[in-house]
C-alpha cells in the first residue's frame, strides 16, 4: 500500500470490570490490545497521535486513520478497510450491514460503541484521506461469517439441531467493554477465526501440497506438523503430548506426557502438565497448568495459575491470579432461563447458550469452589471455600474478599486495581454492579 498514514487514537479510559482497567491494557492473543494494535498498523502508519475526542483531531491535509483504543479489529478487516477507503478516495467510517450475523450475534450485546444509524452500524473508525472533515460516508464492511459448531449437545442445550455454533468471522471486528467482549476477541473471533482462514487456506492446491510434504517429511500427522505448529525456542515437548495446529507455541515452554494443545496459543516461559487439555485457547505468558487442567475456549493473562483437577469452559482469567485445585466455573443455566450478566448497571442478556466466568487480576482462590455462570469475581478478591461458602451465585467484590476478614488482611494483601470512581476518572463506565444474575 503506497504512502504512510497518520493514526490517531481516541484514548478509551473506561474500565472493564472485573478487571478495572481500560480496554487497552487487557490481554487479547497474548498482547496487550493497544500492542495488537501497533503491531497490524505498523506496515500502514509511521505517525501517531493520541487524544480524547474526535473534536482534538487535527484537521490538516494528511492522510489519517482515526480509532478508538478500545476496538479489536484483525488484519484482514484493516487491509480491506484501508484499501476499500483509498480506491474511494473520500472520506469513510466503518460500518456493517444489518444483517451480519458475527455483528448481530456477538458484537452488539453488551456495547454501546457499535451502533444503527440509517440502514448501517457504524463504529469509531475513520479514514480522511485530506485531514478530517465534518462528514464520513459510512463504508460497509463484510465479516464473511461461517457458522461453526463447536459443540454437538442434546437438544435441550441447543434445540436447533443440537449444535453450540458461533457466527466466526474471517474479517472480525469488535468495541470491547465488557468481559465477554475480551472472550470474544481471543476465541470466537480470535483464534477460531483463524483456524477458520485456515481452512481456506488449505483448500488451495499448492497450500495443502506444502502441509502435506512438510508433514511426510517430518513424520507428523498433517495438523501436527510444523507447517501447522509453530513453536519457539527452548521448548520440551514430551513425546505422548498431542499438538494440532494452528497453534502457536512461544518461548521457554514445557509440555508434559499426554497433555493435548490444539489450535491454541501458548506464551512464553509456561508449564503445560500431564494430561493438561488446552482447545481453542489462549494462555499468556509465564502461566502454569499442572496436571489434568483443562482449558476450552478460555483465555489465561500472564503469570496466571489453574490448579490440577480444574476445567475453565468459555471463561476469562485476569493476570497474577490463582485459581485452586478442583474449582468448577459452571456454563450452562439450569433454569430455562437466557443467561444474564450486568452491563451498566442493569441484567441483560448475554446473547449465548452458554458462557463461563471472569476472574479479575491479582485474585487468590480457595479449592473446591463451584462458580455459576457469567458471575464476575473482582481484581484482587481473596476467596475461600467452607462449608457454607463454596457455591459462589453472586459477582464478588473487594469487599467480599476474605483476606479482610483477617486482622492486617488489608495491609498485608493491598488493592491494586480500583475502580473508577476511586480513582476520580471522569465519565467513567459504572463500576461492577451488585446483585444476583439469574
Known amino acids: 500500500m503506497n504512502g504512510k498514514l497518520r493514526k490517531v487514537i481516541i484514548r478509551d479510559r473506561r474500565l472493564i470490570p472485573p478487571f478495572n482497567e481500560p480496554a487497552r491494557d487487557l490481554m487479547v492473543l497474548n498482547k496487550p490490545l493497544w500492542l495488537h494494535q501497533r503491531d497490524l498498523l505498523a506496515p500502514y502508519c509511521d505517525e501517531e497521535l493520541e487524544v480524547d475526542s474526535l473534536d482534538e483531531v487535527p484537521d490538516d491535509r494528511v492522510p489519517t486513520l482515526v480509532y478508538r ?22 472520506a ?49 464492511i463484510e465479516t464473511l461469517a461461517r457458522e461453526i459448531g463447536y459443540y454437538r ?42 483456524g477458520a482462514r485456515m481452512e481456506d487456506r488449505i483448500q488451495r492446491l499448492d497450500v495443502k501440497l506444502r502441509i502435506l510434504w512438510r508433514a511426510m517429511l517430518e513424520r507428523r500427522q498433517v495438523l501436527s506438523s510444523s507447517a501447522l505448529v509453530r513453536i519457539g525456542r527452548n521448548v520440551q515437548i514430551d513425546p505422548t503430548a498431542v499438538l494440532q495446529g494452528p497453534t502457536i507455541i512461544g518461548d521457554n515452554v514445557t509440555i508434559g506426557a499426554g497433555a493435548v494443545v490444539a489450535n491454541s496459543i501458548i506464551g512464553n516461559n509456561v508449564n503445560i502438565g500431564q494430561g493438561v487439555q488446552v482447545l ?17 475456549m478460555t483465555t489465561m493473562m500472564e503469570h496466571s495459575m489453574v490448579a490440577q483437577n480444574t476445567c475453565l469452559q468459555l471463561c476469562v482469567v ?46 487468590r482462590l480457595g479449592s473446591g469452589l463451584v462458580i455459576y455462570p457469567a458471575r464476575m469475581i473482582e481484581s484482587d478478591v481473596v476467596l475461600f471455600a ?20 483477617i486482622p492486617g488482611g488489608a495491609a498485608l494483601y493491598p488493592r491494586l486495581y480500583p475502580r473508577e470512581e476511586e480513582v476520580g476518572q471522569p465519565e467513567a463506565a459504572p463500576a461492577l454492579e451488585r446483585g444476583n444474575a439469574p
Not at 159 to 175: M, Y
Open 69 to 90: 483504543d478500545n476496538l479489536f479489529f484483525d488484519e484482514p478487516f484493516l487491509r480491506t478497510f484501508l484499501e476499500r477507503a483509498r480506491r474511494l478516495n473520500k
Open 92 to 140: 469513510c467510517r466503518v460500518a456493517f450491514a444489518l444483517n451480519d450475523p458475527a455483528i448481530v450475534h456477538h458484537a452488539l450485546p453488551l456495547q454501546r460503541g457499535i451502533r444503527r444509524e440509517g440502514d448501517v452500524y457504524v463504529a469509531d473508525m475513520w479514514y480522511f484521506p485530506y485531514g478530517k472533515e465534518s462528514y464520513a460516508r459510512p463504508l460497509v
Open 153 to 194: 449437545v442434546p437438544r435441550y442445550m441447543a434445540p436447533r439441531q443440537g449444535d453450540l455454533t458461533f457466527w466466526v468471522p474471517l474479517r472480525a471486528f469488535l468495541s470491547i467493554e465488557h468481559w465477554v467482549h475480551v472472550f470474544m476477541a481471543n476465541s470466537p473471533f480470535g483464534i477460531f477465526a483463524e
Open 280 to 296: 481453542l485457547s489462549v494462555v499468556g505468558d509465564g502461566c502454569f497448568l499442572p496436571f489434568r487442567a483443562a482449558l476450552f
Open 318 to 363: 485476569g493476570r497474577d491470579t490463582f485459581i485452586g485445585a478442583g474449582t468448577t466455573f459452571t456454563d450452562f443455566n439450569l433454569l430455562p432461563k437466557p443467561i444474564r450478566t450486568h452491563f451498566r448497571g442493569e441484567l441483560v442478556e448475554a446473547g449465548m447458550p452458554v458462557l463461563g466466568g471472569c476472574v479479575g487480576h491479582h485474585c
Open 386 to 405: 467452607t462449608s457454607d461458602h463454596h457455591v459462589i451465585t453472586r459477582n464478588v467484590y473487594y469487599e467480599d474478599s476474605d483476606h479482610l476478614r
